[in-house]
């Protein structure tokens, strides 16, 4: 389909407008040098314009546009402890009126540092439950919930780190802003490299890129899991998006985009020798800052299938989904 016609199914999905729109495309000469591409772009989604900024909140224009027609009051959020979501939520519902209950890992009274910070300048509530895993703190928010339904409440639960079908929509939207971007770039971004955690965004990414007839090479880098399993997590977020917009994703994940697990050494937030290497050169380089979690992984992979030929040296664009506050946890 064309890019208008995919625009227009997703205004009539509805969002809550909370990013300063469009982010920028911009050249990264002295990265592509570093790299060895003959040009990089980097897409800021640093500068989403929210809080501390990053991806989470287009994910969230499409969530709380769920929410609100929902006639919700108050959100129910959970993360690690400098979950970059959790910090934005914060301020997408101090922005808009609701009220909003983090459910962190992390122990009661830690040290105020990265988004922990941000997250209490915002006014919400936020629940410590210790190191326990992920299952349990959304036990904890359906406690939550109910809680809140018994006291008369319109609670609405975000799930999955808000890697859902509206969240992914989010994405699909930004694919066309970038699209729009490019024409009038005369289509010189060939790639785009994005990090994977559980998968929302490079869910998004990667239907709307198939829909519009693939303008794009798509390389999801795994900061997290095995290529199958970041497979089978992208295919259920594309599923429920799908059940939203009534239309199929008719394409073999394998066809459609590049999938990576190699960079992400130990896992969700254990930093690599490269991924640390990366932080340290590329504020260097480009003046603004990468960090251990999600970009700088992307980075690696990104110079590594350069220098492997996976991708064309030519237009070659970093998508930058920030992070940045809990850089300062990373230290
Ligand atoms: C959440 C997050 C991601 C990963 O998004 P997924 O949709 O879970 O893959 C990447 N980068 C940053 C900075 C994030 O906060």
Same mark, same amino acid.
């Given at each position: 389909?064309? +890019?208008?016609?995919?625009?227009?199914?997703?205004?009539?999905?509805?969002?809550?407008?909370?990013?300063?729109?469009?982010?920028?495309?911009?050249?990264? +000469?002295?990265?592509?040098?570093?790299?060895?591409?003959?040009?990089?772009?980097?897409?800021?989604?640093?500068?989403?314009?929210?809080g501390p900024?990053?991806?989470?909140?287009?994910?969230?224009? &499409? %969530?709380?546009?769920?929410?609100?027609?929902?006639?919700?009051?108050?959100?129910?959020v959970s993360g690690p402890a400098q979950s970059n979501l959790c910090a934005i939520a914060a301020c997408a519902c101090a922005?808009?009126?609701?009220?909003c209950v983090l459910v962190l890992n992390g122990?009661?009274?830690p040290?105020m540092t990265g988004n922990l910070l941000l997250d209490r300048l915002t006014g919400a509530e936020v629940i410590y439950?210790? +190191?326990?895993?992920?299952?349990?703190?959304?036990?904890?928010?359906?406690?939550?919930?109910?809680?809140?339904?018994?006291?008369?409440?319109?609670?609405?639960? %975000?799930?999955?780190?808000?890697?859902?079908? &509206?969240? #992914?929509? !989010?994405?699909?939207?930004?694919?066309?802003?970038?699209?729009?971007?490019?024409? =009038?770039?005369?289509?010189?971004?060939? =790639?785009?490299?994005? +990090?994977?955690?559980?998968?929302?965004?490079?869910? !998004?990414?990667?239907?709307?890129?198939?829909? *519009?007839?693939?303008?794009?090479?798509?390389?999801?880098?795994?900061?997290?899991?095995?290529?199958?399993?970041? /497979?089978?997590?992208?295919?259920? *977020?594309?599923?429920?998006?799908?059940?939203?917009? !009534?239309?199929?994703?008719?394409?073999?994940?394998?066809?459609?985009?590049? *999938?990576?697990?190699?960079? &992400?050494?130990?896992?969700?937030? %254990?930093?690599?020798?490269? =991924?640390?290497?990366?932080?340290?050169?590329? #504020?260097?380089?480009?003046?603004?800052? *990468?960090?251990?979690?999600?970009? #700088?992984?992307?980075?690696?992979?990104?110079?590594?299938?350069?220098?492997?030929?996976?991708?064309?040296?030519?237009?070659?664009?970093?998508?930058? /989904?920030?992070?940045?506050a809990s850089?300062?946890a990373?230290?």
């Amino acid at each position: 389909m064309k +890019p208008q016609e995919l625009r227009k199914m997703l205004q009539d999905v509805g969002k809550l407008s909370l990013g300063l729109l469009p982010t920028p495309l911009q050249e990264m +000469p002295n990265a592509a040098r570093e790299m060895g591409a003959a040009t990089a772009y980097v897409k800021r989604d640093d500068l989403t314009g929210l809080g501390p900024g990053g991806n989470k909140v287009r994910n969230l224009e &499409y %969530i709380l546009g769920d929410a609100a027609r929902m006639g919700a009051d108050t959100v129910i959020v959970s993360g690690p402890a400098q979950s970059n979501l959790c910090a934005i939520a914060a301020c997408a519902c101090a922005k808009t009126g609701l009220g909003c209950v983090l459910v962190l890992n992390g122990q009661e009274n830690p040290a105020m540092t990265g988004n922990l910070l941000l997250d209490r300048l915002t006014g919400a509530e936020v629940i410590y439950l210790g +190191p326990v895993k992920k299952e349990e703190r959304n036990a904890y928010m359906q406690k939550v919930k109910a809680d809140l339904e018994a006291a008369g409440k319109r609670p609405y639960v %975000i799930e999955n780190g808000a890697s859902t079908g &509206y969240g #992914a929509i !989010g994405y699909m939207d930004a694919l066309l802003e970038l699209d729009m971007q490019n024409n =009038s770039l005369k289509n010189k971004v060939k =790639s785009i490299f994005i +990090p994977a955690g559980n998968g929302g965004v490079a869910a !998004g990414l990667v239907f709307a890129n198939d829909l *519009i007839g693939r303008p794009f090479q798509i390389v999801p880098v795994s900061t997290e899991f095995t290529k199958p399993e970041l /497979t089978g997590k992208m295919r259920s *977020i594309i599923a429920e998006a799908e059940e939203i917009l !009534g239309v199929p994703f008719a394409s073999d994940m394998e066809d459609a985009c590049h *999938i990576t697990d190699e960079y &992400y050494g130990g896992g969700w937030g %254990i930093d690599t020798k490269e =991924s640390r290497k990366a932080v340290e050169q590329f #504020a260097k380089l480009e003046g603004f800052y *990468i960090e251990n979690i999600y970009t #700088a992984k992307t980075f690696v992979g990104m110079c590594d299938c350069v220098k492997k030929g996976i991708v064309d040296k030519e237009g070659v664009c970093f998508w930058h /989904t920030g992070g940045f506050a809990s850089l300062f946890a990373q230290y």
